[in-house]
T-cell receptor, first 114, second 113 residues
Framework: AQSVAQPEDQVNVAEGNPLTVKCTYSVSGNPYLFWYVQYPNRGLQFLLKYITGDNLVKGSYGFEAEFNKSQTSFHLKKPSALVSDSALYFCAVRDTGGYQKVTFGIGTKLQVIP | KAGVTQTPRYLIKTRGQQVTLSCSPISGHRSVSWYQQTPGQGLQFLFEYFSETQRNKGNFPGRFSGRQFSNSRSEMNVSTLELGDSALYLC????????????FGEGSRLTVL
């Protein structure tokens, strides 16, 4: 069974500093990995995905994520945090080999402090 | 292009009642998935439909059911509501590809009293 772990319930970072939101995954085959963001009282919005190729993936709003197969990680990063980045971030994985369901992590609340 | 539309956005029910939630996917998207979101559990997968067929199902009791219509619109139903069913129910649509991202609606917030 596939699974996703987001080890931090909350990440606090000062505005202008770099941010990292951690994610590790477990799948039986090759993973398709995703990051989504959720603002209060809203649905989730897609940020970026890793399917294959370059381990560094760039996405929306200046976010990027680094795929590390040996560490089974897919950490979300941004060089300079904005107060408007404060939201709930979800990592998700889909196993390859058919129409597998998407499994989400429990979410990490990012708080950017002015 | 219109996004995923979920109705109603908010509803309050009492224990024992049933509820039906509706989801209209993005035009051209034939896959619709449903998730339950609660503060302690994150997003829990309920089920996924493609071309009116349920392809995947999560670990929820039989009180939770769904269906998809020929126009790809989907409904989910929860019967005999329990207090623990209070949650945000999210619908997502996608193209029929396992590499594609999900497009979420704003959700239906259900409160069971």
């Amino acid at each position: 069974a596939q699974s996703v772990a987001q080890p931090e319930d909350q990440v606090n970072v000062a505005e202008g500093n770099p941010l990292t939101v951690k994610c590790t995954y477990s799948v039986s085959g090759n993973p398709y990995l995703f990051w989504y963001v959720q603002y209060p009282n809203r649905g989730l919005q897609f940020l970026l995905k890793y399917i294959t190729g370059d381990n560094l993936v760039k996405g929306s709003y200046g976010f990027e994520a680094e795929f590390n197969k040996s560490q089974t990680s897919f950490h979300l990063k941004k060089p300079s945090a904005l107060v408007s980045d404060s939201a709930l971030y979800f990592c998700a994985v889909r196993d390859t080999g058919g129409y597998q369901k998407v499994t989400f992590g429990i979410g990490t609340k990012l708080q950017v402090i002015p | 292009k219109a996004g995923v539309t979920q109705t109603p956005r908010y509803l309050i029910k009492t224990r024992g009642q049933q509820v039906t939630l509706s989801c209209s996917p993005i035009s051209g998207h034939r896959s619709v998935s449903w998730y339950q979101q609660t503060p302690g559990q994150g997003l829990q997968f309920l089920f996924e439909y493609f071309s009116e067929t349920q392809r995947n199902k999560g670990n929820f009791p039989g009180r939770f059911s769904g269906r998809q219509f020929s126009n790809s619109r989907s409904e989910m139903n929860v019967s005999t509501l329990e207090l623990g069913d209070s949650a945000l129910y999210l619908c997502a649509s996608s193209l029929p590809s396992d590499t594609g991202e999900l497009f979420f609606g704003e959700g239906s917030r259900l409160t069971v009293l």
